[in-house]
């Protein structure tokens, strides 16, 4: 079946649209809304949040952009498409909570498509979310996990150990040799299905996102906590510019192609500190992110 890119911005629209209404809710102050448009090709829908009463910084972006040659970036796993027309679209976001309790989220669902030399479509679908938590909590990396399982069972039972692995790897800190957190799922280049079924899956997984975020958020957003606690919260955080910055695909990518600058670093947290060579007092609850949350593992077994 061929690829059918309006119906896929329908439901990317669609899904920005309940996302934020809920995060809205939740928060109890509104997004603010961004509609731009890019030179080379096409535009996007920024939704932001910052100072909230729950949600330090957060947003959530709708982009759509086209182009004539296709970036390095994404040629990389596809020689023969180098150069090439493109398009590309999705929804991602990242929400930094104020509570150093809460964790970070982020989640994005993306589709991208060309054509060969010779006229034959090239498609595929990406995405997936995973959890970075300051201060663990078992209960709530449980809950992510199985939300995430829980949407990719009806399309194979490989598939959630594949992605969830593909996670763990692709979200880690190289030269640090520690995961960014606690993980989730991640796929990309993917269309083993055929067009319709990999959209449903990939719908699946943007559906998932507000079962498995919210009821975490809820339930950490009103914790008590002190100075201690953010500035610790501070510190990790670093860790997820350091990623955004050194590994993330989505991001090289839409710097090379000359995407929004704004709305692709909206995933940086607003308040970040760095130390040098500094580590947690064994026993601690900073320790424990450390020892019993960070090292990979399967969440789903009891």
Same mark, same amino acid.
């Given at each position: 079946m061929q690829p059918n890119p309006e119906q896929v911005k329908a439901y990317l629209l669609g899904l920005q /649209? +309940?996302?934020? %209404?809920?995060l809205e809710q939740a928060d109890g102050s509104p997004?603010?809304?961004d509609?731009? /448009? +890019?030179?080379? %090709?096409?535009?996007g829908i920024s939704r932001l949040i910052e100072e909230g009463n729950v949600l330090e910084r957060g947003g959530c972006n709708?982009?759509?952009?086209?182009?004539a040659k296709l970036p390095a970036s994404a040629a990389a796993h596809r020689p023969g498409i180098g150069g090439r027309a493109w398009e590309a679209m999705g929804v991602s976001l990242v929400l930094h909570p104020r509570n150093p309790y809460a964790p970070t989220v982020h989640m994005n669902v993306r589709f991208f498509t060309t054509t060969t030399e010779d006229g034959t479509p090239v498609w595929w679908f990406g995405g997936g979310m995973d959890l970075t938590p300051y201060y663990g909590n078992k209960d709530d990396a449980r809950h992510f996990h199985q939300s995430c399982r829980?949407?990719?069972?009806?399309f194979g039972e490989e598939l959630h150990p594949r992605f969830k692995q593909w996670c763990d790897e692709y979200f880690y800190l190289k030269h640090r040799k520690e995961a960014r957190g606690v993980g989730g799922i991640f796929f990309d280049d993917f269309n083993a299905l055929c067009f319709?079924?990999?959209?449903?899956?990939?719908?699946?997984?943007?559906?998932?996102?507000?079962?498995?975020?919210l009821p975490i958020l809820n339930a950490r957003k009103d914790t008590p906590y002190g100075e201690r606690e953010r500035d610790f919260q501070a510190y990790r955080r670093g860790r997820y510019v350091e990623f955004n910055?050194?590994?993330?695909?989505?991001?090289l990518f839409g710097l090379q192609s000359g995407g929004r600058t704004e709305a692709i670093l909206m995933s940086m947290p607003p308040v970040v500190k760095w130390r040098y060579d500094w580590h947690p007092e064994d026993g601690t609850p900073e320790a424990a992110l450390y020892t019993?949350?960070?090292?990979?593992?399967?969440w789903l077994i009891p």
């Open positions: /649209e +309940r996302i934020v %209404g809920a997004f603010l809304r509609a731009w /448009e +890019r030179p080379e %090709g096409g535009g709708f982009s759509h952009v086209t182009g829980d949407a990719l069972q009806p319709e079924q990999s959209f449903a899956m990939m719908r699946s997984v943007g559906d998932a996102f507000l079962t498995a975020y910055l050194v590994f993330d695909r989505g991001t019993d949350f960070l090292p990979h593992r399967d």
